[in-house]
């Protein structure tokens, strides 16, 4: 399984943090945009991407209304 000097298991270890960020993210979301700003900035820019990517494939209906309310949250990426 392992890639070249264990790669893949990098990624697959980073990928599943991601995953639980995304859990925490998505508490936060319930709450409101500054909590979901605060928890952002927290992360890694890499982190903040892989949270919203994740967030849009398994809660579309949730990231459309982060959007909605939040339509400049692009520029929370950084």
């Not at 990231?63 to 692009?74: E, I, K, R, S």
Request: hydrophobic share 45%; proline share 3%; no cysteine.
């Amino acid at each position: 399984m392992g890639g070249l000097d264990g790669q893949e298991n990098t990624i697959h270890s980073w990928w599943q943090q991601v995953k639980s960020y995304t859990a925490m993210f998505m508490e936060r979301v319930e709450v409101g945009v500054d909590a979901v700003k605060e928890f952002l900035s927290t992360l890694t820019s890499d982190e903040r991407w892989g949270v919203m990517v994740e967030m849009e494939q398994t809660q579309p209906v949730m990231f459309g209304q982060l959007v909605a309310v939040a339509p400049d949250w692009v520029e929370w990426m950084g």
